[in-house]
């Protein structure tokens, strides 16, 4: 058993000028709460390695380093593809991971917290534009009002199918520029992951009363091996014994399904230095941890994604979507500082098959 309680994260629909980056949030879906508000990533950066289609945003962490000034704020981004064909089994080429932190002064943010004020005025011109659609670092504008940005020609396209080309017109007619923000448009929500905010509290150690364990790994296992691994519904009894009879005793995913039948809903798992929670015995995912490529320095565990999450951000309901069984997010154990602002670590995506 661990040494120290690993922290749990749960999913709260919250309004989306409370996710915004000046409150330093942990959230899914949405346009991303960059940190560093300047030296974002490049479009090609957030590119996926298999189809060359935009990363969309999946998730961010805010783990500050409390011991490290210049680790005062902290956040990890994961970017996913969400075309199906480029998630493979126990391949993490379609994610990205980015560790981006700052000094409590820094040049973004006010050295002392921000009120929940919604009409609290925060400027973004002076930083680099945003992706209308997806909220990235957006080199290319609309040619027509030169006040909507994007990150590639794909998001240009969708967004003036989804309602710029009315919208165009207006814009050009404005004569205070249009900044743009991190709030979800209706184009943007054709192709970004649900929105909520990212709850962490530490685990309860006493078992669940009142819960089928058996049942629920019957469930979770016909759901992943169908791709369905977040979608935790109810299943015919017949159907789930049907399926179940005969299969592989897997000691490792009945420890998984044990343990998150506690809080069936965590979508995260906190456990800085610590292991895993590896949801199968299937060694061929746990490859070798490269060191940090920026200090060289050893890289640990620091949080792992569950399959739970698909079932918020809804996908995972089709065979042709995403799908993973545990995403287990390495970062430089130094959380060192050279390099780019935003800092690529390491991601092992595990699955059943």
């Not at 017949?238 to 009879?245: C, D, I």
Request: aromatic content about 10%; some cysteine; hydrophobic content about 30%.
């Amino acid at each position: 058993m661990n040494s120290k309680p690993v922290d749990i994260g749960f999913l709260e629909e919250k309004e989306s000028w409370l996710l915004h980056p000046r409150f330093f949030p942990s959230k899914v879906g949405g346009k991303p709460a960059w940190l560093d508000l300047k030296n974002l990533p490049s479009s090609k950066e957030l590119t996926c390695k298999k189809c060359n289609d935009p990363l969309i945003f999946l998730c961010q962490v805010y783990a500050p380093y409390e011991d490290k000034s210049d680790s005062f704020h902290r956040s990890i981004f994961i970017f996913i593809c969400k075309n199906g064909s480029c998630c493979q089994s126990n391949c993490a080429d379609n994610i990205i991971v980015l560790r981006c932190q700052l000094s409590r002064r820094n040049d973004f943010y006010s050295f002392e917290p921000y009120k929940e004020d919604e009409n609290e005025e925060f400027p973004m011109s002076d930083f680099p534009k945003l992706c209308n659609l997806c909220g990235t670092r957006a080199p290319s504008h609309c040619s027509k009002c030169k006040k909507t940005y994007y990150c590639s020609r794909k998001h240009q396209i969708l967004d003036w199918q989804k309602g710029h080309k009315e919208d165009c017109s207006n814009l050009q007619q404005e004569t205070t520029f249009n900044a743009n923000n991190f709030i979800v448009t209706e184009a943007g929500k054709s192709i970004l992951f649900k929105e909520w905010e990212l709850i962490v509290d530490e685990e309860d150690e006493e078992e669940a009363t009142n819960i089928d364990t058996n049942k629920e790994m019957e469930k979770l296992t016909k759901l992943l091996q169908e791709k369905k691994g977040g979608s935790l519904s109810n299943i015919d009894d017949a159907e789930l014994e049907q399926y179940t009879r005969g299969l592989p005793v897997d000691k490792v995913f009945n420890k998984f399904s044990k343990r998150i039948a506690r809080h069936p809903e965590q979508v995260l798992r906190y456990d800085r230095g610590g292991t895993p929670l590896w949801i199968t015995e299937n060694k061929n995912a746990l490859i070798h941890v490269p060191n940090c490529q920026y200090c060289e320095g050893e890289r640990q565990f620091e949080f792992q994604i569950m399959p739970q999450l698909l079932n918020f951000i809804n996908v995972g309901l089709e065979n042709n979507s995403i799908d993973w069984g545990v995403l287990a997010i390495y970062s430089c154990k130094n959380s060192c500082n050279q390099g780019p602002a935003y800092k690529e670590e390491h991601i092992i995506k595990q699955d059943l098959n």
